[in-house]
């Protein structure tokens, strides 16, 4: 079946704009996670949904982030006035349930550079 | 501050040679431990869980937990160049916290 995908693959954008990027979770999936990576680094957490309740946003780095899940399917992670500093490959990634214990699927990622 | 923490690398084995991966965390509360395995420019892949002590064997690669010293490894026997990548190391925090911490990987190169 589809895996996790997400849009766009690639994004430049000029400090101060604003960005929206998607992320479709495999059918089904209850769990959905947004992941930061930065060149040579590991995944850090974002935030975490379980169907449309967005249930942790403690990895945030700012207010100038914002994530939703409006009919606990497709998500959106926006990121607004951005900064130089936010240029780094955000993961998708979602799971079954809501059990901790599942596996997570991650999406392809969106490679975003801010000029 | 919840760590993972892994030998960067890189590391470089023969091709048919065992890789040692090693991995450790600082919480001691942690219950779920993940590898996955990252070419470059591509998503995290799962490869490997593991909960309880002990060894988990699939295929070419076995993982080794140890609570006790809050250590995790993966060995991948018979390494093959399509092997070469990065691997992560994951932990589940304790607690009702769902999300996966990662460490900063480390890069294999398996020489042909």
């Known amino acids: 079946g589809a895996g996790v995908s997400q849009s766009p693959r690639y994004k430049v954008a000029k400090r101060g704009q604003d960005v929206a990027l998607r992320c479709d979770p495999i059918?089904?999936?209850?769990?959905l996670f947004w992941y930061q990576q930065a060149l040579g680094q590991g995944p850090e957490f974002l935030t975490y949904f379980q169907n449309e309740a967005q249930l942790d946003k403690s990895g945030l780095p700012s207010d100038r982030f914002f994530a939703e899940r409006p009919e606990g399917s497709v998500s959106t992670l926006k990121i607004q006035r951005t900064q130089q500093e936010d240029s780094a490959v955000y993961l998708c990634?979602?799971?079954?349930?809501?059990?901790?214990?599942?596996?997570?699927?991650f999406g392809p990622g969106t490679r975003l550079l801010v000029l | 501050q919840k760590e993972v923490e892994q030998n960067s690398g890189p590391l470089s084995v023969p091709e048919g040679a065992i890789a040692s991966l090693n991995c450790t965390y600082s919480d001691r509360g942690s219950q779920s431990f993940f590898w996955y395995r990252q070419y470059s420019g591509k998503s995290p892949e799962l490869i490997m869980s593991i909960y309880s002590n002990g060894d988990k064997e699939d295929g070419r690669f076995t993982a080794q937990l140890n609570k006790a010293s809050q250590y995790v490894s993966l060995l991948i026997r018979d390494s093959q160049p399509s092997d070469s990548a990065t691997y992560l190391c994951?932990?589940?925090?304790?607690?009702?916290?769902?999300?996966?911490?990662f460490g900063s990987g480390t890069q294999l190169t398996v020489l042909p």
């Open positions: 994951a932990v589940r925090d304790s607690g009702s916290a769902r999300q996966l911490t």
């Open positions: 990634a979602s799971s079954l349930v809501g059990t901790g214990a599942e596996t997570q699927y």
């Open positions: 059918s089904g999936h209850v769990s």
